[in-house]
């Protein structure tokens, strides 16, 4: 009988019964504990200002303030909608996992897990609905045959961690930045409560994963993983740079504005401050060799 | 900055996927050959939509629409083969 992938491990263990708890403490009603005014002020930010995809660029000095304030509006949209297809995505993996034999361990912290992401997809998607009309579409397409097997199941708990430390990495500042509407601190600032705890289990389920697979898998098939979890980090960085937001901000040459920043290197500033945690984490962790990510 | 437009320059983006190519057979699979995959897909489909001048609705698209230069031409050049 095959073993199953998360092995019985009394640490881990220790910490899911302590994500367990610290959730039920935690719980609360999303659809009654948010104010949803009618409108928010457009004469404002919607995004912490040296968050934007085209702070300290070149192509945004010869951007008013008006249109700062209108970039910063659909670039949050963006934002929200970015979360809401990346939560589906992990509440599709989660589903397909739990009380199999392979996730029993955590399958109770699963319940939790998925319960807290359907608050969140809820929020976001009402901010979307409610300000922008719209929730942008995931451009995303299925090309190639999905792999499977405990590469696979690594693969999918990583892209989970780096997508909720990537988007934390905004809501954490956002949340504490008084310059913004109260509605979107609070929606900021919820999420990175809930989000702390799924990168403590995402980080100890992906060490988890990969201390498992360096004993079966040869050093280029690792070498794969590395590369394949970089693209999808150049990937991630890249989405939160929408020609469509450009576009609904009444910018011209959307897509050409989309090329200058992703070249511009205080976009790679901003996206060297956002991912330096998770680089940390993945070199400490002998998942990744070095910090570099490849061009777009 | 490239002064290619249109069609050529979404052969031109492409071949920068595979710098060990100088061209790409229009039948060859795009996917198959590691040209173009699903995280690079985003990325792919702005070019398009910058060259065509038209956004491409996901709904009106299907993953065989993108497996060949020749596929990609016939549907979002609005040329035949």
């Given at each position: 009988m095959s073993t199953p992938v998360l092995q019985a491990d009394a640490q881990l263990q220790s910490i899911l019964d302590r994500l367990v708890s610290m959730s039920e403490r935690d719980h609360y009603d999303p659809y009654t504990m948010f104010d949803w005014p009618e409108t928010l002020p457009e004469d404002q930010y919607w995004m912490t200002p040296e968050l934007l995809s085209i702070h300290g660029t070149k192509v945004a000095e010869s951007f008013t303030e008006e249109q700062k304030w209108a970039i910063s509006k659909w670039e949050s949209v963006n934002f929200y909608s970015l979360n809401v297809d990346g939560i589906r995505e992990l509440i599709t993996e989660i589903i397909a996992r739990i009380h199999t034999k392979d996730f029993a361990l955590s399958s109770e912290y699963f319940h939790h897990m998925i319960g807290e992401e359907n608050s969140h997809m809820w929020f976001f998607a009402r901010f979307c609905l409610l300000y922008g009309g719209k929730v942008y579409p995931d451009k995303g397409v299925q090309l190639e045959m999905k792999s499977e097997g405990e590469s696979a199941?690594?693969?999918?708990?990583?892209r989970l961690l780096l997508f909720e430390e990537v988007v934390d990495f905004f809501n954490k500042r956002m949340g504490d930045d008084d310059r913004l509407h109260p509605t979107i601190r609070k929606i900021n600032a919820i999420h990175h409560q809930d989000e702390s705890?799924?990168?403590a289990f995402g980080r100890q389920i992906v060490s988890h994963l990969h201390r498992q697979l360096r004993e079966k898998l040869s050093t280029e098939e690792l070498a794969e993983l590395e590369l394949y979890l970089k693209r999808y980090l150049r990937k991630s960085v890249?989405?939160?740079?929408?020609?469509?937001?450009?576009?609904?901000?009444?910018i011209p040459n959307p897509y050409q504005v989309r090329n200058e920043v992703l070249a511009d290197p205080a976009f790679h500033e901003l996206e060297r401050k956002m991912l330096k945690r998770s680089m940390s984490f993945l070199v400490n962790e002998g998942i990744f060799t070095d910090d570099v990510l490849p061009r777009s | 900055m490239s002064t290619v437009t249109g069609f050529d320059a979404v052969i031109q983006y492409l071949l920068t996927k595979r710098p060990d190519l100088t061209s790409i057979d229009p039948d060859l699979d795009l996917v198959e050959n590691r040209i173009l995959d699903s995280l690079g897909f985003v990325n792919f489909l702005y070019v398009l939509e910058e060259q065509t001048g038209e956004e491409i609705l996901m709904e009106n698209v299907t993953p065989?629409?993108?497996?060949?230069?020749n596929s990609i031409r016939k549907r979002f050049f609005h040329e035949s083969e």
């Open positions: 199941h690594f693969l999918v708990f990583a705890r799924h990168v890249d989405g939160l740079v929408n020609p469509a937001a450009f576009k609904d901000a009444g | 065989s629409d993108f497996r060949t230069i």
